[in-house]
T-cell receptor, first 117, second 117 residues
Framework: GAVVSQHPSRVICKSGTSVKIECRSLDFQATTMFWYRQFPKQSLMLMAT?????????EQGVEKDKFLINHASLTLSTLTVTSAHPEDSSFYIC?????????????FGPGTRLTVT | KQEVTQIPAALSVPEGENLVLNCSFT??????LQWFRQDPGKGLTSLLL?????REQTSGRLNASLDKSSGRSTLYIAASQPGDSATYLC????????????????FGQGTILTVHP
């Protein structure tokens, strides 16, 4: 199956700093990538939809100025958590799909554990 | 608004048992449905994808069925093993007005499966 990577897998940062997380599709071109966050013992919550070359679409309640998303190429999307605070500590997961394909199957990255101290 | 429910929330079985995980949804206008596995602290692994026109998919010891009319999908695991222990998530993509999907997944809360030796 298709492979999606995320970097870093784990990051600890101080309150007030910014953190960038990368999501890459390694062996296919992803027209669309999605960013989720997951709190302990909960399911995934969609944060935003990222289409290559256009602005991301954010879900209700997600601050677009705090969670900056860039999808500059068909294989790379980045999520930047700006001015991070302890409540931003979470597990962030991206997924990628090719909406020009037949099945729209989504492939997930391994996730990034963010801890803000 | 689509709602996805998974029952049971948790399941503990002895090794070797056949088991069924249930997923129900409120809006039958779906494009596809995926079953995922998530190990603690990890990303999601796609197990099976069923297109809306299909009724079931099989992969090894796994079989997933889809009944749109009743708003249900089941994941059948044969001859369970301790290595099957994980959280199982079902998620679906909604059909849009153009007859395809925007790719967004709506997740259930998951079933935590424990298979003990």
């Amino acid at each position: 199956g298709a492979v999606v990577s995320q970097h870093p897998s784990r990051v600890i940062c101080k309150s007030g700093t910014s953190v960038k997380i990368e999501c890459r599709s390694l062996d296919f071109q992803a027209t669309t990538m999605f960013w989720y966050r997951q709190f302990p013992k909960q399911s995934l919550m969609l944060m935003a939809t990222s289409n290559e070359g256009s602005k991301a679409t954010y879900e209700q309640g997600v601050e677009k100025d705090k969670f900056l998303i860039n999808h500059a190429s068909l294989t790379l999307s980045t999520l930047t958590v700006t001015s991070a605070h302890p409540e931003d500590s979470s597990f962030y997961i991206c997924s990628a799909t090719d909406l020009g394909g037949a099945t729209y199957e989504q492939y997930f990255g391994p996730g990034t554990r963010l801890t803000v101290t | 608004k689509q709602e996805v429910t998974q029952i049971p929330a948790a399941l503990s079985v002895p090794e070797g048992e056949n088991l069924v995980l249930n997923c129900s949804f409120t809006d039958s206008a779906i494009y596809n449905l995926q079953w995922f596995r998530q190990d603690p602290g990890k990303g999601l692994t796609s197990l099976l994808l069923i297109q809306s026109s299909q009724r079931e998919q099989t992969s090894g010891r796994l079989n997933a069925s889809l009944d749109k009319s009743s708003g249900r999908s089941t994941l059948y695991i044969a001859a369970s093993q301790p290595g099957d222990s994980a959280t199982y998530l079902c998620a679906l993509q909604q059909l849009n007005a153009g007859g395809t999907s925007y790719g967004k997944l709506t997740f259930g809360q998951g079933t935590i499966l424990t298979v003990h030796p």
